[in-house]
């Protein structure tokens, strides 16, 4: 075969079809950096946009033969951007459902016919007052929690808690705040 430079897609092509391993090493010398700036604009991350051109290949192994492309480096850019767009998608998905069960775990607190609670105002100082009559350590971890939306393994490892801890604490807070509200006359 031709040096690595000179290889064309042809001959690459015709590696694939025989199922030569070889296919993929010359696919990388001759698209690999292609590859990654294709995945990297999209992805930000070194380290995602790496995975991302390791995906690429294997799709590119599986898929030729059957698909013959014309121009290799334009076929494997095309599966390199949608892998990437992919898993853009799926991360922003599991960050949508991550908030939003967070979201769910604390306004299950909050009665949902309090009159009260139209006030975002009245809310927020409720809370306030809630928090300041709290130790520090837990008004973190709920800060953490329900403002940054952290993970419990994350604050766990913050605050230096196994993560079953953390979630104990989350569950004790959040009744306790619960009971707060009805002290504070805010029930539905």
Known sequence: MASKANVTDAQI????????????????DKYGRLFYSTAFGILRSNEDAEECVNDTYVKLWGSIPPNEPENLGAFGCRIARNTALNRVRAENAEKRAH???????????????????????????????FLSS?????????????????????????????????????????????????????EG
Do not use: W
């Not at 092509?13 to 990388?28: F, G, N, P, V």
């Not at 769910?104 to 007052?129: G, H, K, W, Y």
């Open 134 to 186: 709290e130790p520090p350590d837990r008004r973190i971890i709920f800060v953490r929690r329900y403002f940054y939306m952290d993970t419990t393994r994350e604050i766990a490892k913050l605050m230096h808690m196994t993560d079953a801890a953390v979630r104990m604490k989350l569950m004790r807070l959040r009744a306790k705040f619960k009971k707060f509200l009805k002290k504070e006359g805010i």
């Open 99 to 129: 908030s939003e069960a967070v979201s769910d775990e604390l306004f299950d607190c909050i009665p949902q016919d309090a009159p009260d609670f139209a006030d975002v105002t009245a809310l927020s100082t409720a809370l306030n007052r």
């Open 13 to 28: 092509l015709e590696l694939y079809r025989q199922r030569s391993e070889s296919a993929i090493s010359a696919t990388e």
